[in-house]
């Protein structure tokens, strides 16, 4: 449900939320973008108190609250356990959230997520700190392929990429993006940043061979 843009208040958006309630305990695949919009904490805690539970059951998660007047409080209200997602968006840029709404995230939903494969976070012009982010990066599952961040504005050094790029933590990333715009990341964190992506593509290239080899050794062991 698409409603970015519109001149939507509280008042108008609780009864749409109303209607879609009964069905989300069916649904293994949730989209919202509310972004833009005027909604007030009372919307949301419509949706948190009515669905809660069935976040659960999802296998795809997003949700678009980009430059909406929230903050901790009620943000932190959706971090639950999804143990069963495997698409993650999450959209908060130019919200009021701080390291505590981050913190409820890694802590209550991100550790559970052991089947997760796309994680895509846009945090930007927020007051999260650093340490917020490393805590963020620690928690990431193995299991994750793709990766995106904005972190645009944010208190973020060279310290955060090498963290994450650790190759103990990233064994199956294939794709990561990060929009580093306004940080304190220096010109050789991005040279590092690149350096890592330049592994992640011969990576999947070295892969994509030894599938091709494998493929082809499986045609001859049949021909024969």
Known sequence: MDFAKFNLTSQSIVPLCSLFISQMSKLTSFGLDLSFTRISKRTLECFIRNNLDSLKNLATFKLFLRDVNLGDEVVSQLFTPMPNIKNFQLSLGHTKITDKALGMFTRNTLMTMKNLENLELYLWKNEISESSLLALSESIPVSVKTIKLDLEDLDVS???????????????????????????????????????????????????????????????????
């Not at 592994?199 to 001859?220: G, I, P, Y």
């Open 158 to 224: 060279d310290e955060f990429l090498r963290e994450f790029a650790k190759e103990e933590k990233r064994k199956n990333l294939q794709e990561f993006e990060v929009n580093t715009k306004g940080t304190k990341i220096s010109s050789s964190g991005m040279e590092f940043l690149e350096e890592f992506k330049t592994k992640l593509n011969q990576s999947q290239e070295k892969e994509k061979e030894e599938e091709t080899n494998l493929r082809l050794s499986f045609m001859e062991i049949n021909y024969c």
